[in-house]
Protein backbone atom coordinates (compact mmCIF):
# COMPACT_ATOMS: atom_id res chain seq x y z
CA UNK A 1 0.00 0.00 0.00
CA UNK A 2 1.22 2.98 -0.95
CA UNK A 3 1.99 5.98 1.66
CA UNK A 4 -0.03 8.61 -0.12
CA UNK A 5 -2.66 7.80 -2.37
CA UNK A 6 -4.31 10.62 -4.78
CA UNK A 7 -6.64 10.57 -7.49
CA UNK A 8 -4.97 12.18 -10.72
CA UNK A 9 -8.17 13.14 -12.18
CA UNK A 10 -7.97 14.91 -14.73
CA UNK A 11 -11.44 16.75 -13.16
CA UNK A 12 -12.91 19.31 -15.07
CA UNK A 13 -15.93 21.35 -13.87
CA UNK A 14 -17.45 24.35 -14.85
CA UNK A 15 -16.93 27.88 -13.27
CA UNK A 16 -18.38 28.74 -9.86
CA UNK A 17 -18.64 24.91 -9.09
CA UNK A 18 -17.82 23.11 -5.22
CA UNK A 19 -14.46 21.06 -5.90
CA UNK A 20 -13.40 18.45 -3.33
CA UNK A 21 -9.98 16.82 -3.94
CA UNK A 22 -8.86 14.27 -1.61
CA UNK A 23 -6.11 12.13 -0.44
CA UNK A 24 -5.74 8.71 1.78
CA UNK A 25 -2.54 7.96 3.98
CA UNK A 26 -1.69 4.85 5.84
CA UNK A 27 1.09 5.82 8.17
CA UNK A 28 -0.06 6.89 11.64
CA UNK A 29 2.75 8.90 12.22
CA UNK A 30 1.51 11.83 9.52
CA UNK A 31 0.80 14.99 11.85
CA UNK A 32 1.47 17.93 9.48
CA UNK A 33 -0.81 17.73 6.18
CA UNK A 34 -0.61 20.81 3.31
CA UNK A 35 -1.99 21.46 0.16
CA UNK A 36 0.02 22.47 -2.74
CA UNK A 37 -0.46 24.25 -5.97
CA UNK A 38 0.96 24.24 -8.70
CA UNK A 39 0.38 26.13 -12.11
CA UNK A 40 1.67 24.35 -15.35
CA UNK A 41 5.53 24.90 -16.00
CA UNK A 42 5.52 26.23 -12.54
CA UNK A 43 7.01 25.29 -8.92
CA UNK A 44 4.19 23.95 -6.18
CA UNK A 45 3.21 26.78 -4.01
CA UNK A 46 1.48 25.97 -0.65
CA UNK A 47 -2.06 26.72 -0.50
CA UNK A 48 -2.74 25.86 2.91
CA UNK A 49 -1.73 23.44 6.05
CA UNK A 50 -3.21 21.90 9.21
CA UNK A 51 -1.95 20.23 11.93
CA UNK A 52 -4.95 17.69 13.50
CA UNK A 53 -8.33 16.80 12.55
CA UNK A 54 -10.85 19.37 11.61
CA UNK A 55 -11.77 21.79 9.30
CA UNK A 56 -9.48 24.79 8.05
CA UNK A 57 -10.61 28.04 6.21
CA UNK A 58 -9.29 30.48 3.68
CA UNK A 59 -11.35 31.97 1.31
CA UNK A 60 -13.04 29.85 -0.75
CA UNK A 61 -10.88 27.41 -0.03
CA UNK A 62 -11.17 24.87 3.02
CA UNK A 63 -8.92 22.10 4.10
CA UNK A 64 -10.25 19.44 6.09
CA UNK A 65 -8.39 16.42 7.96
CA UNK A 66 -10.17 13.27 9.55
CA UNK A 67 -7.45 11.53 11.10
CA UNK A 68 -9.17 8.43 12.37
CA UNK A 69 -10.16 7.69 8.68
CA UNK A 70 -6.52 8.91 7.10
CA UNK A 71 -8.33 11.01 5.05
CA UNK A 72 -7.83 14.90 3.92
CA UNK A 73 -9.46 16.41 1.69
CA UNK A 74 -9.51 20.46 0.02
CA UNK A 75 -12.85 21.42 -0.84
CA UNK A 76 -12.94 24.85 -3.38
CA UNK A 77 -15.81 26.43 -3.27
CA UNK A 78 -16.54 28.92 -6.40
CA UNK A 79 -14.18 27.65 -8.72
CA UNK A 80 -12.69 29.94 -11.10
CA UNK A 81 -10.40 29.19 -14.33
CA UNK A 82 -7.76 30.76 -12.38
CA UNK A 83 -7.83 27.44 -9.92
CA UNK A 84 -7.05 25.28 -13.26
CA UNK A 85 -3.80 23.86 -11.84
CA UNK A 86 -2.47 20.46 -10.60
CA UNK A 87 -2.75 20.07 -6.36
CA UNK A 88 -0.86 17.99 -4.28
CA UNK A 89 -1.55 16.83 -0.90
CA UNK A 90 1.61 16.47 1.31
CA UNK A 91 2.25 15.67 4.89
CA UNK A 92 5.02 14.64 7.49
CA UNK A 93 5.75 13.29 11.03
CA UNK A 94 6.09 16.04 13.91
CA UNK A 95 9.28 15.57 14.07
CA UNK A 96 10.86 14.81 10.91
CA UNK A 97 11.40 17.50 7.85
CA UNK A 98 10.59 14.87 5.17
CA UNK A 99 7.43 15.34 3.14
CA UNK A 100 5.56 12.47 1.48
CA UNK A 101 3.34 13.78 -1.40
CA UNK A 102 0.54 12.54 -3.10
CA UNK A 103 0.72 12.41 -7.11
CA UNK A 104 -1.50 15.51 -7.40
CA UNK A 105 -4.44 15.96 -8.94
CA UNK A 106 -5.26 18.20 -12.31
CA UNK A 107 -8.30 20.36 -12.21
CA UNK A 108 -9.40 22.06 -14.91
CA UNK A 109 -12.21 25.30 -14.36
CA UNK A 110 -13.85 25.69 -17.26
CA UNK A 111 -15.77 29.24 -17.95
CA UNK B 1 8.49 37.32 -0.90
CA UNK B 2 10.92 34.10 -0.56
CA UNK B 3 12.63 33.75 -3.63
CA UNK B 4 14.23 30.27 -4.64
CA UNK B 5 15.95 30.84 -8.14
CA UNK B 6 16.86 28.16 -10.41
CA UNK B 7 19.63 28.81 -12.37
CA UNK B 8 18.05 27.37 -15.65
CA UNK B 9 14.78 26.46 -16.91
CA UNK B 10 15.16 24.00 -19.45
CA UNK B 11 18.40 21.70 -20.46
CA UNK B 12 19.48 19.70 -23.08
CA UNK B 13 22.48 17.17 -21.85
CA UNK B 14 24.08 14.25 -23.65
CA UNK B 15 23.95 11.19 -22.02
CA UNK B 16 27.26 10.63 -20.05
CA UNK B 17 27.83 14.35 -19.17
CA UNK B 18 28.02 15.94 -15.80
CA UNK B 19 25.75 18.18 -15.51
CA UNK B 20 25.16 20.54 -12.60
CA UNK B 21 21.68 22.06 -11.69
CA UNK B 22 22.00 25.07 -9.28
CA UNK B 23 19.49 26.99 -6.75
CA UNK B 24 19.59 29.59 -4.73
CA UNK B 25 17.02 31.06 -1.79
CA UNK B 26 17.51 34.46 -0.31
CA UNK B 27 15.73 34.28 2.60
CA UNK B 28 18.68 32.61 5.08
CA UNK B 29 17.12 29.18 5.50
CA UNK B 30 19.46 26.38 6.59
CA UNK B 31 17.22 23.58 4.96
CA UNK B 32 17.02 23.38 1.01
CA UNK B 33 16.07 20.20 -1.00
CA UNK B 34 15.92 18.60 -4.21
CA UNK B 35 13.30 16.50 -5.73
CA UNK B 36 12.57 15.46 -9.08
CA UNK B 37 9.11 15.16 -10.37
CA UNK B 38 8.04 12.74 -13.18
CA UNK B 39 4.27 11.77 -14.48
CA UNK B 40 2.61 9.14 -12.12
CA UNK B 41 5.35 9.17 -9.43
CA UNK B 42 4.38 12.62 -8.09
CA UNK B 43 7.42 14.84 -6.41
CA UNK B 44 10.32 12.69 -4.74
CA UNK B 45 13.38 13.74 -2.46
CA UNK B 46 16.92 13.13 -4.47
CA UNK B 47 18.88 15.14 -1.43
CA UNK B 48 18.35 17.18 1.50
CA UNK B 49 21.10 19.50 3.23
CA UNK B 50 19.79 20.87 6.33
CA UNK B 51 23.48 23.38 6.89
CA UNK B 52 26.68 24.17 4.67
CA UNK B 53 27.97 21.34 4.12
CA UNK B 54 25.73 18.94 5.37
CA UNK B 55 23.71 16.60 3.44
CA UNK B 56 21.34 13.42 4.03
CA UNK B 57 20.20 11.26 1.11
CA UNK B 58 16.49 11.33 0.31
CA UNK B 59 14.35 8.42 -1.45
CA UNK B 60 16.38 8.13 -4.84
CA UNK B 61 19.70 9.63 -4.25
CA UNK B 62 21.40 6.79 -6.57
CA UNK B 63 23.24 8.63 -9.43
CA UNK B 64 23.01 11.63 -7.87
CA UNK B 65 25.36 14.39 -5.78
CA UNK B 66 25.11 17.62 -4.13
CA UNK B 67 26.91 20.49 -2.81
CA UNK B 68 25.99 23.28 -0.34
CA UNK B 69 29.50 25.14 -0.20
CA UNK B 70 27.48 28.18 1.09
CA UNK B 71 23.86 28.56 3.13
CA UNK B 72 21.81 30.10 0.20
CA UNK B 73 22.85 27.95 -2.69
CA UNK B 74 22.33 24.04 -3.08
CA UNK B 75 23.58 22.69 -5.91
CA UNK B 76 22.96 18.79 -7.72
CA UNK B 77 24.81 17.46 -9.44
CA UNK B 78 24.64 14.27 -12.58
CA UNK B 79 28.08 12.49 -12.07
CA UNK B 80 27.38 11.01 -15.83
CA UNK B 81 23.98 11.84 -17.34
CA UNK B 82 21.25 8.84 -18.80
CA UNK B 83 18.14 8.84 -20.37
CA UNK B 84 15.92 7.88 -17.23
CA UNK B 85 17.50 11.09 -15.60
CA UNK B 86 15.22 13.11 -17.81
CA UNK B 87 12.55 14.66 -15.46
CA UNK B 88 11.65 17.77 -13.81
CA UNK B 89 14.09 18.91 -11.02
CA UNK B 90 12.54 21.01 -8.21
CA UNK B 91 14.13 22.96 -5.66
CA UNK B 92 13.11 23.90 -2.57
CA UNK B 93 13.82 25.85 0.80
CA UNK B 94 12.82 26.04 4.27
CA UNK B 95 13.65 27.09 7.93
CA UNK B 96 14.55 24.19 10.34
CA UNK B 97 12.26 22.88 13.04
CA UNK B 98 9.23 21.18 13.55
CA UNK B 99 7.09 24.25 13.81
CA UNK B 100 4.89 23.65 10.27
CA UNK B 101 3.95 27.39 10.15
CA UNK B 102 7.56 28.33 9.97
CA UNK B 103 8.93 25.36 8.04
CA UNK B 104 7.23 25.79 5.04
CA UNK B 105 8.95 24.78 2.00
CA UNK B 106 9.18 27.24 -0.74
CA UNK B 107 9.97 25.45 -4.67
CA UNK B 108 11.49 27.30 -7.36
CA UNK B 109 9.85 26.98 -10.78
CA UNK B 110 11.76 23.99 -11.63
CA UNK B 111 14.46 23.25 -14.56
CA UNK B 112 13.04 20.77 -17.21
CA UNK B 113 15.98 18.54 -18.53
CA UNK B 114 16.58 16.69 -21.36
CA UNK B 115 19.64 13.68 -21.50
CA UNK B 116 19.39 12.26 -25.08
Known amino acids: QKEVEQDPGPLSVPEGAIVSLNCTYS??????FMWYRQYSRKGPELLMY????GNKEDGRFTAQVDKSSKYISLFIRDSQPSDSATYLC???????????FGKGTLLTVNP | DVKVTQSSRYLVKRTGEKVFLECVQD?????MFWYRQDPGLGLRLIYF???????EKGDIPEGYSVSREKKERFSLILESASTNQTSMYLC???????????????FGAGTRLSVL
Open chain 2, 92 to 106: ASSYPGTDLAKNIQY
Open chain 1, 27 to 32: NSAFQY
Open chain 1, 50 to 53: TYSS
Open chain 1, 90 to 100: AMRGGSNYKLT
Open chain 2, 27 to 31: MDHEN
Open chain 2, 49 to 55: SYDVKMK
